[in-house]
T-cell receptor
Framework: AQSVSQHNHHVILSEAASLELGCNYS??????LFWYVQYPGQHLQLLLK??????LVKGIKGFEAEFIKSKFSFNLRKPSVQWSDTAEYFC???????????FGGGTRLMVKP | ETGVTQSPTHLIKTRGQQVTLRCSSQ?????VSWYQQALGQGPQFIFQ???????GRGNFPPRFSGLQFPNYSSELNVNALELDDSALYLC?????????????FGPGTRLTVL
């Protein structure tokens, strides 16, 4: 069975600090990887995705993630966070030949102005 | 704005009742997936519909059932509601492209079971 682990449940940063959110998954096959974000009062939005190819993927709003196959990881990064990045971030994994996502428990990020 | 819409926004039911939630998929999408998001947790996959057929199911009992219509909209039905069914129910639509499916989520229906 698939599982996704997000190690940091709550993260508090000051504006301009760098961000890295961890995501590790367990799955015995080729996977698609996603990061979604849920801003306060809004619905889940896609930040970025990885299907194949270059393991470093860039998403919206300056976010990027790196797929490290040997570590089963897909960590999310941003060099300099803004107050508007305050949100909950979810890592999700799906089988390459399917469409059924398994989500991590989420990381709640608070950015102090 | 993804174009996926859900209704109603909020719903309050009592234990033992039945509920139907609705989802309109984004234009051009042919697959609908439903998720349950309990408070403080990540979404959990309930099931998926593709071309009006169930195309995968998560670890949810048979009292969770669904439909997809020819226009790709979908319903989630839950019978014999239990207190633990209180959650945000999310619908996601996608265009089935083998190996490259991306799901886009609606705003959800907040179900409270008393």
């Amino acid at each position: 069975a698939q599982s996704v682990s997000q190690h940091n449940h709550h993260v508090i940063l000051s504006e301009a600090a760098s961000l890295e959110l961890g995501c590790n998954y367990s799955y015995g096959g080729t996977v698609n990887l996603f990061w979604y974000v849920q801003y306060p009062g809004q619905h889940l939005q896609l930040l970025l995705k990885y299907f194949s190819g270059d393991p470093l993927v860039k998403g919206i709003k300056g976010f990027e993630a790196e797929f490290i196959k040997s570590k089963f990881s897909f960590n999310l990064r941003k060099p300099s966070v803004q107050w508007s990045d305050t949100a909950e971030y979810f890592c999700a994994v799906g089988p390459h030949a399917g469409n059924m996502l398994t989500f991590g428990g989420g990381t709640r990020l608070m950015v102090k102005p | 704005e993804t174009g996926v819409t859900q209704s109603p926004t909020h719903l309050i039911k009592t234990r033992g009742q039945q509920v139907t939630l609705r989802c309109s998929s984004q234009s051009g999408h042919n697959t609908v997936s439903w998720y349950q998001q309990a408070l403080g947790q990540g979404p959990q996959f309930i099931f998926q519909y593709y071309r009006e057929e169930e195309n995968g199911r998560g670890n949810f009992p048979p009292r969770f059932s669904g439909l997809q219509f020819p226009n790709y909209s979908s319903e989630l039905n839950v019978n014999a509601l239990e207190l633990d069914d209180s959650a945000l129910y999310l619908c996601a639509s996608s265009l089935a492209e083998r190996g490259r499916d991306t799901q886009y989520f609606g705003p959800g229906t907040r179900l409270t079971v008393l």
